[in-house]
């Protein structure tokens, strides 16, 4: 059996057959969501992005300061409007933000912010400032949600190589995961004698020809779950289209995967793809510049495939990191674990624009550790995203959580 194909069956089964984790009674209420064909896509920027120089504050004084050898100049930059700009290899999300398509979030974080990659990245996968006593994610309890967890669906879907994070992670188990529809085949074993019959047994089983038993239902139930979510992946890889070109790298492959199942008509709730790297301590310069075009011209790909299939009433994209940067650069000409960063919402439902004000760069505002205080909950963007996206209420997935953001144009 190919690695992918033994993944993603292990997860479906995993997730169909043991509950796993212990039961989170705010997620498990009766009418917890209404069934809904929108869709989610989750882009991970794992690492530690740097906010600082992502959405610039150009004409600030105390930006050019802190960043003697980092700093970015108005000819480096697209300009939002007279004070902020993306640095100019982000051309593809730029459009998007020209179009009304893209919103700028600005100050994101939570309190008591942890530069721990581990715990930061915990916090914004769980949705809980205590991901210690966590052991669902968000998104998993969002597909534990009636309507989400609807038959025949696959709720949430990893794209990737990587390990599936504890953000799709729900009472039953991990999100299925593949990496390319190419290695999805019938598991059958060893490529022996005996491979033909294997291949005959375990469809019979799913079928139900074989005889039956309690346990031996329980195992078909199951096998019969996994094998159809598998071959809902492979249906929709068949049937769908992308004509834009993407980047050369594993975001670029993920991001095109992803709008061929859209286009393909997967029944899937959520999509999550990580793009690594963004821990930049030093020479950050040169390797910024390439990770962040990376993501613009990927997304820019991703979204007009989405635009071309009709879809894009149905797609919102949201885009964050654990933690943005220190404001003053390093020795090494990098940076080191900050605080509040921006997050990035796209999609044909998003209000485009610029949310929030840009973080105070001046001493008095700076939080203990130097750092820029956070203006924005994440948690409310979560929010948002689960009741004017989803349908959802968002204290069945996150509990206790702040007011949602009006990120979502009303008729959404």
Same mark, same amino acid.
């Given at each position: ?22 039961? #989170?009674?705010? %997620? ?8 809904? @064909? ?44 007279? =004070?902020?700009?993306?640095?100019? =290899? ?26 721990? #990659?581990?715990?930061?990245? @915990? $916090? ?21 949600? =009636?309507?989400? %967890? ?5 709720? %949430? ?11 799709? &992670? ?7 995961? $593949? ?35 309690? /346990?031996? @239902? ?63 301590? /030093?020479?950050?310069?040169? &390797? #910024? ?33 654990? *933690? ?21 919402? $796209? ?26 205080? *956070? ?18 209420? %968002?204290?069945?997935?996150?509990? =206790? ?12």
């Amino acid at each position: 059996m190919n690695s992918t194909r033994r993944q993603f069956l292990s997860a479906a089964l995993g997730a169909a057959a043991v509950p796993l984790l212990p039961r #989170h009674s705010f %997620a498990r209420a009766a009418a917890l969501g209404p069934a809904t @064909d929108r869709v989610l896509v989750l882009v991970d920027l794992a690492g530690g992005n740097d906010g600082l120089n992502t959405v610039v504050p150009f004409r600030n004084e105390r930006y050019q300061a802190l960043r003697p050898t980092l700093r970015l100049a108005a000819s480096d930059l697209l300009a939002l409007d007279g =004070e902020l700009g993306l640095r100019r =290899e982000m051309r593809g999300l730029k459009e998007l933000y020209d179009r009304g398509r893209m919103a700028v979030v600005q100050g994101v974080g939570y309190p008591g912010p942890d530069r721990s #990659h581990f715990r930061s990245s @915990d $916090i914004w996968h769980t949705g809980s400032l205590a991901p210690e006593s966590a052991t669902t994610g968000w998104i998993g309890r969002l597909c534990g949600c =009636e309507g989400i %967890a609807a038959p025949a669906r696959t709720p %949430a879907l990893m794209l990737g190589s990587g390990k599936v994070p504890i953000l799709l &992670v729900g009472e039953r188990g991990p999100a299925p995961q $593949i990496d390319r529809i190419e290695s999805l085949s019938l598991p059958t074993g060893p490529a022996d004698a005996g491979a033909a019959a294997r291949g005959d047994a375990m469809r019979a089983l799913a079928r139900g020809a074989a005889p039956s038993a309690p /346990a031996l @239902d329980f195992l078909r139930g199951t096998s019969r779950a996994a094998h159809e979510a598998a071959a809902q992946v492979e249906r929709a890889a068949a049937q769908g289209r992308t004509d834009s070109a993407y980047p050369a790298s594993a975001l670029g492959s993920e991001l095109k995967l992803a709008a061929q199942l859209l286009a393909g008509g997967l029944d899937c709730s959520a999509y999550y793809v990580q793009q690594p790297g963004y821990d930049t301590h /030093a020479f950050q310069a040169p &390797v #910024h510049a390439l990770l962040l075009q990376d993501l613009s011209d990927a997304l820019a790909a991703f979204w007009s495939d989405v635009e071309a299939a009709g879809a894009a009433h149905r797609v919102v994209v949201l885009v964050w990191s654990e *933690f943005g940067r220190r404001l003053a650069e390093n020795g090494s000409q990098g940076t080191d674990h900050g605080a509040a960063a921006p997050v990035f919402l $796209i999609g044909g439902a998003v209000k485009g624009g610029i949310v929030g004000a840009h973080p105070s760069l001046e001493e008095r505002d700076l939080d203990p550790e130097r750092d820029a205080r *956070f203006s924005v909950d994440f948690r409310s963007i979560y929010a948002a995203l689960l009741e004017d996206w989803i349908g959802v209420p %968002a204290r069945l997935v996150l509990g =206790e959580a702040p007011a949602k953001l009006p990120l979502l144009r009303r008729e959404a």
